[in-house]
């Protein structure tokens, strides 16, 4: 039985470790869903379409550098410390959402705006690469036994919490400011907000105290050991990525894409796409918590496998459901019943993720198969999915793109076994 003052010292962990991952995601949120706007304050064009398309390749690019991100990263985090980690990616994160608010526009400075807007994008892009990987490490590392899904499920938890802040604002603003006021300036309070509470999240995190976990290994290893070990290690590496690539596909399509979605697709106003939005990251935040801790009680195997074939059956049909009749109530239920499959995967998702990582890459490898599944997957899909339906004309067809990650995520599930020789848990680091 844990004592109460080791119980709040434990939930005051979790809450600043995870007061970094919330600025990351809210980050990331906000440019999603100011997509059309930052488009047409950075990328200016005749066609509204291409306005569009450059904004969220903007926004995608950022994920291309996750990976480098992760090994670099991830290697400074497992041999220095799960602390000094984390507080360099979050340095590094306030760093590229600066950049992000404060540049001048197109028509202010040219060619440097957007310039400017990418270096931005691509500097949080490489600070991301290793902070879901270090936070969720860090979780895991300082749960109670027999509650690491519970605890490691507060990872993604933080991010719902961004989810929702950053889509309330959107509502609060779209109520306060007529439409060409957003258009204009309206869409850079958010990324200031978010510069706002950067001194606070570092106070929080510069509290955080190093894990025993990691305290207690007696050698820590160099980084050429590390990227040694995560080479002989690529098949759990690889496992992972596709495993990630479930959760990543449908966390930016309910979440980042939904905005766009309804107002350029479904026709909604912005407000009713922002106040889904709103629920769907409530609606993540309640089932996270719940299936991690289910997760404890009945294994992660059940619920990868549950989760993973109810996407692949249902999502193109729910897609179906909603294009023939767009309306605010069809376009909440599809979110929230992706919502659902999502919280119940990814509880069990990312708790075992850490489980099968050797311990001495267990930050970079995590990273890396996260960032790997984010850069080449994930981060594209608001992109992919607009590009998708202007070439076929059919609106539905994200649907099939999230059937086509359930089914990655369904064979990774089935390869994941930890107790298989194929994969190598338990190899040593050579030394030289």
């Known amino acids: 039985m844990i004592a109460p003052m080791e119980r709040n010292s434990k939930i005051w962990s979790v809450i600043r470790v995870s007061s970094g991952n919330f600025l990351e995601m809210y980050d990331f949120m906000v440019f999603g869903y100011y997509a059309a706007a930052i488009g047409r304050a950075f990328f200016p064009s005749g066609n509204a379409f291409a306005s569009l398309m450059l904004s969220l390749m903007t926004f995608g690019a950022g994920f291309l550098m996750r990976p480098v991100g992760a090994l670099v990263l991830g290697a400074y985090t497992d041999k220095h410390g799960r602390r000094a980690g984390l507080l360099l990616t979050l340095s590094l994160m306030s760093v590229g959402i600066f950049t992000i608010a404060c540049t001048p526009g197109y028509a202010t400075i040219g060619l440097l705006a957007p310039l400017l807007v990418v270096v931005g994008r691509l500097l949080q892009g490489f600070s991301a690469g290793m902070e879901l990987g270090g936070v969720s490490v860090y979780l895991s590392e300082i749960a109670?036994?027999?509650?690491?899904?519970?605890?490691?499920?507060?990872?993604?938890?933080?991010?719902?919490?961004?989810?929702?802040?950053?889509?309330?604002?959107?509502?609060?603003?779209?109520s306060w400011l007529a439409p060409e006021k957003m258009k204009e300036w309206g869409w850079r309070v958010p990324l200031l907000l978010g510069c706002a509470i950067v001194p606070f999240l570092f106070r929080l995190r510069k509290s955080l105290a190093e894990t025993d976990e990691f305290v207690a290994r007696k050698r820590h290893p160099s980084s050429s050991e590390i990227l040694r070990s995560l080479a002989q290690n690529w098949r759990i590496v690889l496992v992972g990525t596709f495993m990630v690539?479930?959760?990543?596909?449908?966390?930016?399509?309910?979440?980042?894409?939904?905005?766009?979605?309804?107002?350029?697709?479904?026709?909604?106003?912005?407000?009713?796409?922002?106040?889904?939005?709103?629920?769907?990251?409530?609606?993540?935040?309640?089932?996270?918590?719940?299936?991690?801790?289910?997760?404890?009680?009945?294994?992660?195997?059940?619920?990868?496998?549950?989760?993973?074939?109810?996407?692949?059956?249902?999502?193109?049909?729910?897609?179906?459901?909603?294009?023939?009749?767009?309306?605010?109530?069809?376009?909440?239920?599809?979110?929230?019943?992706?919502?659902?499959?999502?919280?119940?995967?990814?509880?069990?998702?990312?708790?075992?993720?850490?489980?099968?990582?050797?311990?001495?890459?267990?930050?970079?490898?995590?990273?890396?198969?996260?960032?790997?599944?984010?850069?080449?997957?994930?981060?594209?899909?608001?992109?992919?999915?607009?590009?998708?339906?202007?070439?076929?004309?059919?609106?539905?067809?994200?649907?099939?793109?999230?059937?086509?990650?359930?089914a990655c995520g369904l064979a990774a599930t089935f390869f994941a076994n930890p107790s298989s020789p194929k994969l190598v848990v338990d190899q040593p680091i050579a030394t030289d």
């Open 144 to 174: 109670t036994p027999g509650h690491k899904g519970f605890y490691v499920s507060w990872q993604s938890g933080s991010q719902q919490v961004a989810v929702m802040f950053a889509a309330s604002l959107g509502v609060a603003l779209n």
């Open 245 to 406: 690539t479930m959760t990543t596909v449908s966390f930016y399509m309910i979440t980042a894409y939904t905005p766009t979605f309804g107002s350029s697709e479904l026709h909604l106003t912005s407000m009713n796409s922002l106040i889904v939005t709103l629920c769907v990251g409530a609606s993540n935040l309640f089932w996270l918590p719940i299936m991690g801790a289910l997760s404890d009680g009945i294994g992660r195997r059940p619920l990868l496998f549950g989760c993973t074939v109810l996407m692949l059956i249902t999502a193109y049909p729910a897609m179906l459901w909603l294009v023939h009749e767009p309306s605010f109530g069809r376009l909440l239920a599809v979110e929230l019943w992706f919502s659902f499959i999502y919280g119940s995967y990814n509880g069990a998702m990312v708790v075992f993720l850490t489980e099968i990582m050797p311990i001495e890459v267990r930050t970079s490898g995590f990273a890396l198969a996260y960032s790997l599944a984010t850069a080449i997957f994930g981060g594209f899909t608001p992109a992919l999915s607009t590009y998708l339906i202007h070439v076929s004309g059919n609106r539905a067809i994200p649907g099939a793109w999230l059937s086509f990650a359930a």
